[in-house]
Every structure is written in C-alpha cells, then in structure tokens.
C-alpha cells in the first residue's frame, strides 16, 4: 500500500513544485512544501478521495499559504522586497525540466509582482489563473466565501495587470541586452540611456535587503560602477528571457535578469547572494 502510494504522488510530484515555485518565488521552499505534502497525505486516509490530485493542490496551497503568512511576520525581514529564485537555462532553449515550472511565461518579474501581493491574493490568482482551480475550493483554503475569493484573485489580476508587458521576441531580446552589455563595457553613459527606459527598476539581492533603484541615470550609473566586474559573463535564458550569469572562473557570482518592453529595458533583477546563487540548478548550462 505504502508503495502504491508513492507511486501515486510521484505523479503529481511536478505539478505540486509548479504550484509551489509559483506560490512561493523560491524553489528551495517550494521543494519543502511537496515534501510536507507528501507526509501530510502519508498521515491521511485518502481511501474516500477520488481526485488525489485536486486533494494534493489543495494541501500544497494551505502549506504555501502557511509560509506566505511566515514571510509576513518575520521580524528579521528588513525590506518587503524579495527577488525570487531564477530558472537558469542555456540561451539556446530550456531545459525540459523547466519547462514545466515556466509554462505561462512565468517570468521573473511576474514573481516579483506576485511576491508583492497579500498572502491570499496570490493563492487566489495563482491557484485560479494559472491552475484553473474554482473558487468554490479557494474558498475552503483562505476561509473566505467563494465570491471574496473571486474578489482576491480580481485584485491581485489589475496588479498584474498593471506590471509591463514584456517583449516575448528573444531575438529582439537579446539584441537590447547587448547593446546594454556593450554600452556598460565601454563606459558609454549616453547608450546605455538609449536602452534603459526613463523609469527603469534595478533590484540586486546581495543578501543583506534588497533596496530598489529607479530611473535610468541612477541604473547606467551603477552599470557604470560595476563594469570592472564584467569578467565571466555569459548569456543565458533567466526564466526563459535573455539574462546574464557572471562566473568569473566558474564560480556564479551573479545572476542578472531583464524585463525588456518596448524595446527598452524596464526592469532589471540581480541576485548576487553568495548563499542562494550556490542552491541554484546550474546543470543545465553543462556543455
């Protein structure tokens, strides 16, 4: 039976850390959460359950939810800004296991709205506009009734909503991350305005708080700063954008990824966190 069992969970294991990645923005959590599903379905008599997978969403949300309503309280946590952990491929495709966790073009700065809203709005849009799941069920899972439920997940869409579109063309992509790379290199202030849209948002989690920066002087400015640092770069897909890995003698030491709309690059997110850069599934850029 025990067997049985397993063998049914492994089935849904890669929907569960879907859920999860997109929940929580982290996959170390995500990962901790279907494994606290997996002993919370191995305590439950489930015999009566004819959707086991419905039954595991359902569960996985609670857990997540859980943690959401953690981060809130956490004293420790200086800044409510969090930068989520990014999906690192070769920039010539994704890697199938990825594939999955980036379907819907769940890219990072879809995470980074998401990370913004309350705990139960993000259940409710996450677990309703992305996983089809109906209010009915949400309902039971934030104790709110289905059409405060309905509510959550509207709010949470026009906050969404509100968040640049980012351009889905990698080629074109790519073409303004290298004139960024280029105009940063050479120390051309005047490029690198020309690819940075007027209000852009540059967020670097080192790991000490994450301390926006805004407008397109302050971020070529930076860029300016830390061109000594270009060695190692490499281009990559970062949740399937064009990104860049710095990994000078192949140490990671950053991971940047950029929002691109309208041709000009809206918002830029960095993690440089020594501790989170060495969780990251890197396997995938293995020649």
Known sequence: MTNDLTERFEEHRGHLRTVGYRMLGSLSEADDAVQETWVRLARTDTSDVQNLGGWLTTVMARVCLNVLRSRRTRKEEPLPVHTPDPIVDRDDGVDPEHQVLLADAVGLALL??????????????????????????????????????????????????????????VARQRTVVDAFLAASRDGDFEALLAVLDPDVVLRADTGGGVVPLVGAAAVAGQALTYRRLSGGRRTVLVNGSIGVLTAPQGRPMAVMAFTISGGRIVEIDILADPARLATLDLRALDD
């Open 112 to 169: 980074v709205v998401l990370d913004a809203l309350p705990p139960a709005e993000r259940l409710a849009f996450v677990l309703h506009d992305m996983f089809g799941v109906p209010f009915d069920d949400i309902a039971g899972i934030v104790d709110r009734s289905p059409e405060a439920a309905r509510q959550l997940a509207s709010r949470a869409r026009r906050r969404v909503q509100a968040a640049p579109v980012p351009d889905a063309d």
